[in-house]
């Protein structure tokens, strides 16, 4: 079973009533039907609240990093988890969706869909193509779609808010006679998004009979530095792992790059720039003998705000090493423990009878010389039943580190993590 897709998004989509209709386009495979709303995607308000959404989202990525033991490496994108339970938020009942805005920070309904609204038209600025030797260029993708079960209704509100904020609205699958194909039609969408960085974000098991929906977000980033590392300075070098023991890794070096940093109190952060100034990397280190798991106990979204926002220009001699990181999280459990119930919840707006059933998220990255590549997806699963100065400042990098990828004009955290090991 294939998906109909248009761009980096599915094709919009609506449900029963009188001004939404069925789209079989050239394009839609034989045997899916896109249901889709008389509406287009609307211009954001200048005033949407894009600030408190990003607020909201350095707040749960420091919580949902807190949840574990802090021992492994982790990497994960926060602003595709706020995208997917934002579209899950405009079908949910109104104790459910005042759980989801209070998890993850969220302006009020239909602020906060405005503001995503603004916020991936933002984001998606950031792209550009590379124009020779002084520029390689930026690709970032952020893409929502929704799969929906063959032949039910869906709330007129839910899909007039998918159709005029996110562009898109529902394919039609058949999750209850053959979840397998509807699984393997939403995978093969990720990795087409993700090129194929994310292969398999719904394991077997994960879509059953029970299935009605599936909100989807996919985010792929691909960005040089500004100021790329010669490969030829390059070295193995000792960086101490989080268990403590020390392994020698391959050490990215340049004595004199300019980049904003900060030394504060206990820890040390500089940010490095991608091609066009538009993406950053924000690098944490916490001080010697601060563990990073103690560090990361006492960190707050606002407390990250801040570390941004202390950033100054300066010159700094870095050593960073090349890193890899891949995480598989099974969201559940840890936003149970913020306040969510999953399973539980009320999604009846989206279709009769529908609770949230399972939340999951995949996510890997690799940096290097030349720059980044990352990507992430989620999936929200709905069921119909509940399971300083200008000196030179060192910044060597040779033990476990935070690391933020963010959107410089709005400050969005695209992807967050911890490096333990940075061979992956």
């Known amino acids: 079973m294939a998906v109909a897709l248009v761009g980096s998004t599915l094709l919009a989509a609506c449900g029963s009533g009188d001004d939404s209709s069925t789209d079989r386009g050239d394009d839609t495979p034989d045997g899916v ?45 926060p602003a595709s988890i706020a995208a ?136 792929y980033l691909k960005a040089a530095w500004t100021t790329q590392f010669d490969k030829d300075a390059t070295r193995d070098e000792p960086f101490k792992l989080g268990s403590g023991s020390t392994v020698n890794v391959p050490t990215m070096h340049d004595g004199m790059m300019n980049a904003d940093a900060v030394v504060g109190d206990g820890y040390r952060a500089a940010k490095l720039t991608y091609d066009g100034d538009e993406l950053s990397m924000i690098l944490v280190l916490p001080d010697e003998g601060t563990s990073l798991r103690d560090f990361e106990a006492g960190m707050t979204g606002d407390e990250l705000g801040s570390i941004v926002e202390g950033l100054q220009p300066a010159e700094i001699d870095i050593s960073l090493p090349r890193f890899e990181a891949t995480s598989a999280l099974d969201l559940a459990e840890p936003l149970r423990s913020l306040g969510l119930e999953i399973p539980g919840g009320d999604l009846s707006g ?29 999936a929200v699963i709905g069921v119909t039943s509940a399971p300083p100065a200008q000196e030179i400042i060192p910044f060597k990098v040779d033990r476990s580190f935070l690391f933020l990828i963010q959107h410089e004009e709005t400050g969005a955290p695209l992807f967050y993590g911890r490096i333990t090991d940075p061979r992956g």
């Not at 989206?350 to 399972?358: C, E, K, P």
């Open 350 to 378: 989206i279709t009769a009878d529908a609770v949230l059933g399972q939340a999951v998220h995949a996510a890997n990255i690799t940096v290097d010389e030349e720059g980044t590549e990352a990507a992430a997806a989620t």
């Open 84 to 219: 997917a339970f934002a579209m899950a938020e405009a079908g949910a009942g109104s104790a459910t969706a005042a759980d989801i805005a209070e998890v993850f920070g969220f302006p009020t309904q239909p602020e906060v869909h405005e503001a995503m609204n603004a916020l991936t038209a933002k984001v998606e600025e950031a792209n550009h193509p590379g124009n020779g030797d002084d520029s390689k260029g930026v690709t970032v993708d952020l893409a929502n779609a929704v799969w929906g079960q063959r032949d039910r209704d869906y709330g007129k509100r839910f899909l007039d808010t998918l159709a005029r904020e996110y562009g898109l609205g529902v394919n039609t699958v058949d999750f209850a006679e053959d979840p397998e194909a509807a699984r393997r039609a939403i995978n093969a969408w990720v990795a087409d998004i993700t090129h194929d960085r994310i292969k398999e974000l719904l394991a077997k098991g994960t879509v059953d009979p029970s299935t009605v929906v599936a909100l989807v977000n996919a985010i």
């Open 33 to 77: 039907e896109v249901v889709k709303a008389d509406l287009v995607r609307s211009g954001a308000p200048a005033d949407a609240p894009v600030d408190q959404l990003v607020a909201g989202m350095r707040a749960f990525a420091v919580e949902l990093a807190a949840a574990d033991d802090g021992a492994e490496n982790l990497v994960m994108s």
